[in-house]
T-cell receptor, first 113, second 114 residues
Framework: DAGVIQSPRHEVTEMGQEVTLRCKPI?????LFWYRQTMMRGLELLIY????????DSGMPEDRFSAKMPNASFSTLKIQPSEPRDSAVYFC???????????FGDGTRLSIL | SQKIEQNSEALNIQEGKTATLTCNYT??????LQWYRQDPGRGPVFLLL?????KEKRKERLKVTFDTTLKQSLFHITASQPADSATYLC?????????????FGQGTTLQVKP
């Protein structure tokens, strides 16, 4: 069982650049979640999808953030333009049903200089 | 809005003792609560889920209680081992309920000394 796969593991870029984070959920899982983790705010839900459809994006900080799920096996989180305050660890998670445990990837550590 | 509180101070205990971590919440009634373990540089890993109509759940050396009157969950690790050292996160079913949306606490770091 491959688990949730995220790429890249680390990303360092300069402010103003576009950043794209990628996620491959566990096969057969209908729910996909994007989280951001910082020391100050902990683990925050940004957006989640059910059957490739965005259900709740109320956690997306602002219009610079966007997420897509073009098919059941792939999702992206994009930040454009990036800012230093976007520096955090971004996690993707998936689950089979809405009230089942979530399986997390190992995250992307993003640093915006 | 929903608020979740976990003890922000690290918990240091001796190997073999029971570790007890607390998760308190206010302003709503979740349908279920989950506990996750997170190691440095890794994503959270699911441990246990307990529903609102369950008082207690056990899995090997782990035990979770859920008191909906006190709005509190306790997470116990018995016969603790240095390998249990990690950050433990509680997560509550968000609003609307049973949609998959989870609200996470800040986590409590446990250090088990040999």
């Amino acid at each position: 069982d491959a688990g949730v796969i995220q790429s890249p593991r680390h990303e360092v870029t300069e402010m103003g650049q576009e950043v794209t984070l990628r996620c491959k959920p566990i096969s057969g899982h209908d729910y996909l979640f994007w989280y951001r983790q910082t020391m100050m705010r902990g683990l925050e839900l940004l957006i989640y999808f059910n059957n490739n459809v965005p259900i709740d994006d109320s956690g997306m900080p602002e219009d610079r953030f966007s997420a897509k799920m073009p098919n059941a096996s792939f999702s992206t989180l994009k930040i454009q333009p990036s800012e230093p305050r976007d520096s955090a660890v971004y996690f993707c998670a998936s689950s089979g049903l809405s009230n089942q445990p979530q399986h997390f990837g190992d995250g992307t550590r993003l640093s915006i200089l | 809005s929903q608020k979740i509180e976990q003890n922000s101070e690290a918990l240091n205990i001796q190997e073999g003792k029971t570790a007890t971590l607390t998760c308190n919440y206010t302003n709503y009634s979740p349908a279920y609560l989950q506990w996750y373990r997170q190691d440095p540089g890794r994503g959270p890993v699911f441990l246990l889920l307990i529903r609102e109509n369950e008082k207690e759940k056990r899995k090997e050396r782990l035990k979770v209680t859920f008191d909906t009157t006190l709005k509190q969950s306790l997470f116990h690790i018995t016969a603790s081992q240095p390998a249990d050292s990690a950050t433990y996160l509680c997560a509550l079913d968000g609003v609307p309920s049973n949609t998959g949306k989870l609200i996470f606490g800040q986590g409590t770091t446990l250090q088990v000394k040999p």
